[in-house]
């Protein structure tokens, strides 16, 4: 649905359209030509998935340049305004949710955070929640990730080049974020550590929704423990990573990043 917008059709029907099935082939290709990635990141034709696939119709998102080597294209993009496609994006969920429109949006991309006025101008009642942890953790598994999709697609990567690149994407995004929010309405923003979601999945729910006002049910409750219950950490794999393998390290990521590790609390983990 997101790669091919269209209302949401019945549940029941999605295994017979054909969209659904290039979607099935797209992911066994992907898994079947890197399986570590699957480890990295995970991807289902029925569940939810970034909103990379709706930017990309716009032809604006770091997608084409972490699949590929284009220079060029990454110094078009940042120069490029995203409101025209922060709409694209508005008017594809309304046709997405045509179907339902009761239901409430979930979206996930930590590239929001590069362009969060933007997203506030176009959902001005947007409920954000950012997540924290360790960027000397975070950067070398993204990393990994991005060099993971490029040699997919080009059949080897620098992953050196890679690692320069993406401590200063994240950086930069990180710095723009938190001036965003010196200038917006604190109440519309709840902070969730890595490590208060890992030694408490559900409680760490259940503090977000009381802090945005949203119903706690017992049935939500009771749907969120089952499915953590089939869904343990490393259920595909573990995911084996190293600062230095992308030519960093994790003190000098840590350097980078002190500001925003002091500005929200954010404590170094231990090394493996």
């Not at 017979?16 to 289902?44: N, R, S």
């Not at 729910?205 to 089939?230: D, K, L, N, V």
């Amino acid at each position: 649905l997101a790669a091919a917008p269209r209302p949401r059709p019945p549940r029941a029907t999605w295994e017979a359209e054909p969209a659904y099935q290039a979607a099935v082939g797209l992911l066994q290709w992907i898994y079947q030509t890197d399986p570590d990635l699957k480890a990295i990141h995970v991807m289902e034709a029925d569940g939810p998935e970034e909103c990379r696939h709706l930017f990309v119709q716009s032809f604006l998102d770091h997608t084409f340049d972490s699949n590929a080597s284009i220079p060029s294209y990454t110094r078009w993009f940042e120069a490029q305004d995203m409101r025209p496609a922060y709409a694209r994006h508005r008017d594809v969920l309304k046709l997405v949710g045509a179907t339902s429109p009761e239901r409430r949006w979930v979206l996930k991309y930590p590239a929001h955070l590069r362009e969060l006025d933007v997203l506030l101008e176009t959902y001005p009642d947007a409920c954000i929640v950012q997540t924290h942890r360790d960027p000397a953790k975070v950067l070398p598994s993204v990393c990994s990730l991005v060099t993971g999709w490029r040699s997919l697609y080009e059949g080897s990567a620098d992953a050196q080049a890679i690692g320069g690149w993406q401590v200063e994407l994240y950086a930069g995004t990180i710095e723009k974020a938190m001036a965003v929010r010196e200038r917006s309405d604190a109440a519309q923003f709840h902070d969730l550590s890595f490590r208060d979601l890992v030694a408490d999945p559900v409680g760490a729910i259940a503090r977000m929704y009381a802090h945005f006002g949203f119903a706690w049910t017992a049935e939500a409750e009771r749907r969120m423990r089952a499915w953590h219950a089939s869904n343990p950490q490393h259920k595909h794999g573990g995911h084996p990573y190293s600062a230095e393998r992308f030519g960093l390290t994790e003190d000098g990521i840590a350097g980078r990043f002190a500001a925003y590790a002091r500005r929200f609390d954010v404590a170094r983990e231990p090394t493996r």
